[in-house]
């Protein structure tokens, strides 16, 4: 392909990181991401997998050095190995790291394939360790099935990130235990804000659980020391003292990350979002069937002249900050 500029947005920030939706479905329902009737895109909506192989390729030619692959569960689509396999030959050559979001569902199949093909980390939601918690917060899942799946990650070769979003009055006393099985485990972990993305069935105001507070709580039971560590993304990370285990916040109500924003995300319709709390958007999918890789080229230069200073989250809002689910655009 024919080589272009850095992507640089017009507040000067490099960006580097690009998140992949490769499905808006998924086997869970968390509450806090989604409501239990959801209508998904009909598939011949979605970009073919070749197609979203030839965008990650371009963003690769323009600077892109982290991707990672998200959903909805990017393991329920039919052949996302094949993808994985393509974009791993690019590790080391341009690439520097890809990564993969997943429920844990499909792990025990799926943990072996994806190390081959060249993932080395991942992160995986769980946001209890009680069954019945757990069943409550996804609606349908079985926390043993996606413990099995971390377990057949760590035994893959796969380094292990647990994502925990913090929900007031359901998980808040599972944190301080959450983070005593990752260092025992030998995982890191993330602790996430929940966010006024899409209409949900609850009220969020009611689960938000402010990190602040969280932090608080932990530092009185744990010997916590910053790091330095920046995996790409809006995390702050910590160091449980004398153990291998990051402990990273993702704060978006509560500490702003804004600034150092380096990432874009795309969706598996090929639609480029380059703000997780605005609906500026570049439809890629168009670009790229119309106008080829300069097509692509030329809606990604639209796409930096446009992307925001910062989010305009607010968990008191009467409405979502946007209409879309998490799901869309896979956080």
């Avoid at 808040?172 to 235990?177: F, K």
């Amino acid at each position: 392909m024919p080589s272009a500029p850095a992507l640089i947005d017009r507040h000067g920030r490099t960006i580097s990181y690009l998140r992949i939706s490769v499905t808006d479905r998924c086997d869970l329902r968390c509450r806090y991401c989604m409501a239990e009737q959801m209508s998904f895109l009909p598939r011949s909506a979605l970009l073919s997998l070749d197609e979203i192989a030839i965008i990650a390729e371009r963003f690769i030619t323009r600077g892109i050095t982290k991707i990672r692959l998200t959903g909805g569960e990017p393991l329920v689509r039919r052949d996302v190995g094949d993808l994985v396999r393509r974009l791993g030959a690019h590790v080391g050559t341009g690439l520097d790291e890809l990564t993969m979001t997943t429920n844990g569902n499909h792990l025990v199949e799926h943990a072996g394939d994806m190390a081959a093909a060249g993932i080395r980390r991942i992160n995986v939601s769980l946001d209890s360790r009680d069954p019945g918690i757990f069943r409550y917060i996804t609606r349908y899942g079985d926390v043993d099935r996606v413990v099995a799946g971390i377990m057949a990650a760590r035994s893959a070769g796969l380094a292990v990130k647990i994502n925990m979003v913090a929900l007031n009055g359901l998980n808040h006393a599972e944190i301080a235990p959450m983070l005593a099985w990752c260092v025992e485990q030998g995982f890191d972990l993330s602790l996430i804000e929940t966010m006024p993305l899409g209409a949900i069935d609850e009220d969020r105001t009611d689960r938000f659980l402010p990190l602040t507070r969280v932090f608080d709580d932990l530092s009185a039971r744990f010997a916590l020391s910053r790091d330095a560590h920046r995996s790409g993304g809006p995390a702050r990370y910590w160091r449980v003292e004398g153990t291998g285990t990051r402990l990273g916040l993702i704060s978006p109500l509560t500490a702003n990350f804004c600034d150092t924003c380096n990432r874009v995300r795309l969706t598996t319709e090929g639609i480029l979002y380059t703000c997780l709390g605005h609906d500026d958007q570049v439809d890629l999918k168009r670009a790229l069937r119309e106008g080829g890789i300069a097509g692509l080229d030329a809606a990604l230069d639209s796409a930096m002249a446009t992307k925001p200073a910062r989010h305009e989250f607010d968990i008191a809002a009467a409405a979502p900050a946007v209409a879309r689910h998490m799901s869309v655009t896979g956080g």
